[in-house]
């Protein structure tokens, strides 16, 4: 399969296409595009020169992933609301789907709050909003001192520091250290996998922290924690903007119901059809 140097001339479509079948073309761009580093358009309009040594270090890329390692953890880097974040494996890598938080957010008339993201991870929710949104004060708290250092470094790239308080905590225990810790909006993409569901999910998932996934035994945890605290650290008025799992929807309207407090105000969908996040307001 591999061919001689010396008898063939290679440029990068050789490469693109040398895995064509087994790795998808995305993930082929993507291990390249870090290769080269370079952008996506510069692979079809750059003349990159092929030796063997970029050949081999390209083959190792490829065998890590096909090996089950996800694209992101390989390249350390994944696309969010059109911005790089930095990921390691101390952090979870953000979905496309999660962008419904944050369009939402967007498309608010009222544009000038005091935002809270809970489980940052990466950092992706918070430093995006703080980014789109420059009106805006964030702060962000995570379990993980390794992802927090991940999320903050990723709020330096993207020259947001200094609008994003990010504090170390479980869920709302973190904000004992924010001197004023009531916000208009708090929003979270909590992990809300079952735990009887963990053997079941794929290799690359299975290779993200647990504790980004972990959402208890019926993968609620969070959501009870959310419901039962948000309303001390909501202003009049706010609202709750949770990104669900699949076939959670009834359930969490359960959890809310319970506190007479809260009414559901909007439920929506992915791109899939799948009913992905919920926005709750504070009556
Ligand atoms: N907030 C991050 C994200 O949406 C991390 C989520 C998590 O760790 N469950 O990607």
Known sequence: M?????????????????????????????????????ARIDLYIRNFSINETIEELYDSLISRRLNGEPVQYITGCAEFMGLDFIVTKDTFIPRPETEILVNELLNSPDKSFRILDLCTGSGNIAVSLAKLMPQIEVTATD????????????????????????????????????KNPKFDIIVCNPPYVKKAEFPYLQNEVKQEPEIALNGGGDGLDFYRIIAKESHRYLE??????????????????????????????????DFSGIERAMWINLL
């Open 2 to 38: 591999i061919l001689s140097s010396k008898t063939c001339k290679r440029d990068v479509f050789y490469l693109i296409n040398k895995y064509s079948g087994i790795v998808s073309k995305v993930e082929t761009e993507m291990l390249l595009e870090y290769l080269f580093n370079c």
């Open 143 to 178: 379990i993980s001192e390794a992802a927090l250092k991940i999320a903050e470094k990723n709020a330096a790239r993207h020259n947001v520091s200094e609008r994003i308080k990010f504090y170390k905590g479980n869920v709302f225990n973190a904000l004992v250290f924010d």
């Open 236 to 269: 009049k008025c706010g609202s709750i903007l949770l990104e669900i799992g699949f076939g959670q929807k009834q359930a969490l309207k359960d959890i809310f119901s319970l506190y007479n407090i809260f009414e559901i105000h909007k439920i929506i969908k």
